[in-house]
């Protein structure tokens, strides 16, 4: 059955044959030894030629993703490629091709991920025709759900000609505070800490590392949190294109974008980087 997804893959699609033929021809695919299951997970974030050379030698294969996930990110290969018309640099993942020669897909309609029900209650709505069943889910909990925190005065600070940008300092700062003020206050929860882009990233991280310097629980919490379970769930701050598939009992989202600095008024322009564009 392997061997027929493969073939019609084969002849689905030009650039996926170009590829398997690569990998045949240099690893000698047929000569290799075979796996009896092939599991590939997070399949949406997968790409096809990374995942090729094990489904090959696959006498089962079962591949598992979200669509509604995000893509294999190209932002920055693309911003780093010599070659600015290089085909290789394409969104496609494992799972688009599945789900293009495989049918019909099975669908999970249990929720298992969530503590609270706000947690899946928009995705649910938008994107999953409300056929989720949060299964885990509860609504008096304390702690759980989505707590939105509102800075008045916090300023996005766009990049220009003289000076680098794509910062919102007191966001960072404030974000810093609500971290330690969870370590303080109940370090046997998990804490992780997500941003929209690797400058806002490193920004947060330059901050915490200046408090936890001055913060005794900070330390302790940290070093705690390491140690457990060979670090599973230590605290962690990373950019968007890093964080997915992360599980901590909090997670706090520093959204980044909002009024710009330079403009002196509170228009939000509906700009959001990467976020927004189509490629």
């Known amino acids: 059955e392997n061997n027929k997804f493969c073939l019609k ?167 810093v505070q609500e971290v330690m003020r969870i370590m303080e206050e109940r370090p046997h929860e998990s804490i992780g800490v997500a941003t929209m882009n690797q400058k806002q990233k490193d920004l947060i991280e330059s901050e915490f590392q200046l408090q936890k310097s001055r913060n005794i629980h900070a330390l302790k919490y940290e070093s705690h949190w390491q140690e457990k379970d060979e670090g599973l769930h230590e605290f962690f701050i990373k950019n968007l294109e890093n964080v997915q598939g992360d599980e901590r009992d909090t997670i706090i989202i520093s959204t980044l974008y909002g009024p710009h600095a330079q403009d002196g008024t509170r228009l939000m322009h509906q700009r959001f980087g990467d976020i927004n564009k189509a490629d």
């Open 9 to 175: 893959a084969l002849k689905t699609n030009s650039n996926f044959y170009e590829k398997i033929e690569i990998f045949d021809t240099v690893n000698s695919i047929r000569n290799t030894p075979k796996f009896d299951l092939v599991i590939i997970d997070e399949a949406s974030q997968m790409k096809p030629e990374f995942s090729i050379p094990a489904i090959a030698r696959a006498k089962q294969a079962v591949i598992v993703g979200d669509e509604k996930q995000l893509p294999p990110t190209t932002v920055f290969q693309a911003k780093n490629a010599e070659d600015k018309n290089n085909e290789d640099l394409s969104d496609e993942s494992i799972l688009d091709m599945a789900r293009a020669v495989l049918h019909p897909a099975r669908e999970l309609l249990y929720h298992y991920r969530s503590r609270h029900e706000d947690l899946i209650r928009f995705s649910n709505a938008e994107f999953y025709q409300n056929l989720m069943i949060p299964v885990t889910a509860h609504t008096n909990q304390p702690h759980r759900g989505i707590k939105h925190i509102f800075l008045k005065d916090a300023r996005y600070v766009a990049g220009t000609a003289a000076s680098s940008g794509g910062i919102n300092p007191l966001e960072a700062k404030r974000v």
